[in-house]
């Protein structure tokens, strides 16, 4: 019994020793390590340099096994988006054949009713060279001009919707004023009830709504156009939706303005006439075979000239005929001093 246990207290201290023993090593090594740092250095510099060739040689191959193991899960990743891109494509394919149903239906309408067709629309492509953010001016620069027939006023729009309007235009370049600029002002129109209203900047992410019928009440997401008045901007440009902000409205843009890099420069192939000036068989009244109405007499300008007394003429006696008083005429007149009862 005693003499298993002195075997058992022997063997324990046989194994504490090793323990106490690289517990003292390790402290000798970094105490000597604080103290001859550079000696370190260049222990592991040099195993570094020795064992170069095999990590050079193992480093391809690991790359490898990584680009490997990380393609499994982009793998998986794209199976996914390609599920959802398959969804989204066959969505969009039912909605361009009912997009081009609508568009044939409407060119039979059109033709039935005799109805003037919209003004054909001409574009510039032009790539965005420039931004100049300012506190009171947000603008783009376009590498198009009046060579490429940029002018004053033209929208500017990408795929999305409309970005600005040109306000400057150089021989090839074009300054473009932001929807979101303090001095952009536009005509805009609310659908579905075409509601007008003038949408304005405020250096703000979202135009305000301002200039809105009294009464007329918004309902959020309701798509924002172009209203066309003015004769510059096309009608019927897409601009955003409508976005709820306190008392007010906003309009959440389609566009990036930030991010936007090839715009296109809409211009209108054949302007909207003027009427004509209306003259005086022009008129209402004259065209539905109405007399016009008289003129009013002007105010007389001479002075009115005083009636002279009558002048008292004795009775004639009887079988005395009135004497004829010649009237004044020409000088080489003749003078006709007959009688009526001579003729």
Do not use: C
């Not at 003037?116 to 931004?131: E, F, Q, T, W």
């Not at 027939?149 to 300054?175: F, N």
């Not at 936007?260 to 209402?284: M, N, R, T």
Request: aromatic fraction near 4%; hydrophobic fraction near 40%.
């Amino acid at each position: 019994m005693g003499n298993g246990s002195w075997k058992i207290s022997r063997s324990r201290g046989r194994a504490h020793l090793p323990l106490t023993v690289v517990a003292v090593l390790a402290i000798f090594l970094v105490l000597l390590g604080k103290a001859q740092s550079s000696l370190f250095d260049r222990a592991r510099t040099g195993v570094i340099d020795w064992m170069q060739p095999a990590l050079e040689a193992s480093r391809t191959p690991m790359e490898t096994m990584g680009r490997w193991m990380g393609s499994i899960g982009n793998i998986f990743w794209v199976y996914q988006e390609n599920l959802k891109l398959k969804e989204e494509n066959a969505r969009l394919k039912q909605w361009h054949n009912t997009a081009q149903v609508l568009t044939e239906r409407l060119k039979r309408y059109q033709l039935l009713l005799n109805a003037v067709p919209d003004p054909a629309l001409s574009s510039v492509v032009a790539r965005v060279i420039g931004r100049a953010n300012h506190p009171f001016l947000q603008t783009m620069i376009l590498d198009a001009g009046k060579s490429h027939g940029a002018k004053p006023g033209q929208a500017v729009v990408d795929q999305r919707g409309m970005i600005g309007r040109v306000y400057l235009t150089g021989e090839h370049t074009s300054w473009v004023i932001l929807l979101t600029d303090l001095n952009s002002r536009i005509p805009v129109s609310i659908e579905p009830n075409t509601d007008q209203a003038i949408m304005s900047g405020d250096n703000s992410p979202m135009p305000l709504i301002e200039t809105l019928a009294r009464g007329v009440e918004l309902k959020p997401d309701s798509q924002v156009v172009t209203s066309g008045d003015g004769d510059i901007l096309p009608a019927g440009i897409p601009i955003g939706v409508i976005v709820k902000d306190g008392s007010h409205y906003r309009v959440a843009l389609f566009a990036d303005q930030t991010t936007a890099q090839d715009v296109e420069i809409v211009d209108f192939k054949q302007k909207p006439e003027h009427p004509p000036s209306v003259g005086q068989q022009e008129l209402p009244v004259t065209a539905a075979g109405l007399a016009p109405a008289a003129p009013q007499p002007q105010a007389a300008t001479s002075q009115v000239m005083p009636v002279p007394p009558p002048v008292y003429k004795p009775p004639l006696p009887p079988g005395q005929k009135p004497a004829v008083v010649p009237q004044q005429g020409p000088a080489n007149a003749p003078v006709n001093n007959a009688e009526p009862g001579d003729q």
